[in-house]
Structure formats: structure tokens, C-alpha cells
């Protein structure tokens, strides 16, 4: 399943640094998220990711593949 991480964010309308920022994830670790290099990600890290977009975790599935 892909995931919408950059897709929301851009939405937002924020960078990638102050989703980083936000969440406390480090830019890196979201880059490849972003690119679909990791797979297994924690619902702790979504949740987190979620939060900062200000969107229910949910969204962050809801991606056209």
C-alpha cells in the first residue's frame, strides 16, 4: 500500500523541513518515506505525521496508486 505523505503535505502546503519540524521525525527518515523506500513504518510515526498535517491518519492512505 502507498503511501500520500508528500502528497498531503504538499496539500498543506508546507516543506518537508517543517513537517520534520512538526512531527519530530527527522527530514531524512520523511524523504524516504516520500520516495517509497520504506516500507514498514510504525502507526506511531503516522500518528505523528498525522498530527502535524492536522489530518486524521486515515488521509494519509488515501492515496491514487
Do not use: P, W
Amino acid at each position: 500500500m502507498k503511501l500520500c505523505i508528500k502528497e498531503v503535505r504538499e496539500e498543506v502546503g508546507i516543506r518537508i523541513t517543517e513537517l520534520a519540524r512538526r512531527s519530530g521525525v527527522s527530514q531524512s527518515y520523511l524523504s524516504e518515506l516520500e520516495a517509497g523506500k520504506k516500507k514498514n513504518v510504525s502507526m506511531t510515526i503516522l500518528c505523528r505525521l498525522a498530527k502535524a498535517l492536522d489530518v486524521h491518519v486515515s488521509v494519509l492512505f488515501n492515496c491514487d496508486e
